[in-house]
């Protein structure tokens, strides 16, 4: 099992910043990758960024340009720098990691970290 916990949400102006973080602990061996989707209020959770434990990276294109995904393998932590914010980016931020162990893929989730763009 995977245990993620995320920090750094919050409320910020529209063009401000702001850094999630997100601390793996537990079988962190099987993690494969780690990233973060959002989920705003009637809409589905979507894929905001990912990265593999080879640094390859997968962004949506909404963000391109202003959001950055990082990963401290050392410290088992992804971090998601998010530049240039818009209220548009208002979500609940979910970290996600992708464990792999005796062939089996499962999905972890954190619990969720709210991050509110005013106008």
């Known amino acids: 099992q995977v245990q993620l916990v995320e920090s750094g949400g919050g409320l910020v102006q529209a063009g401000g910043s702001l850094r999630l973080s997100c601390a793996a602990s537990g079988s962190t061996f099987s993690i494969n990758a780690m990233g973060w989707y959002r989920q705003a209020p009637g809409k589905q959770r979507e894929l905001v960024a990912i990265?593999?434990?080879?640094?390859?990276?997968n962004t949506a294109d909404s963000v391109k340009g202003r959001f950055t995904i990082s990963r401290d393998n050392a410290k088992n932590t992804v971090y998601l720098q998010m530049n240039s914010l818009k209220p548009e980016d208002t979500a609940v931020y979910y970290c996600?990691?992708?464990?792999?162990?005796?062939?089996?893929?499962?999905?972890?989730w954190g619990q969720g970290t709210q991050v509110t763009v005013s106008s």
């Open positions: 996600h990691a992708i464990g792999y162990e005796l062939g089996y893929v499962t999905d972890y």
């Open positions: 990265m593999s434990n080879g640094g390859s990276t």
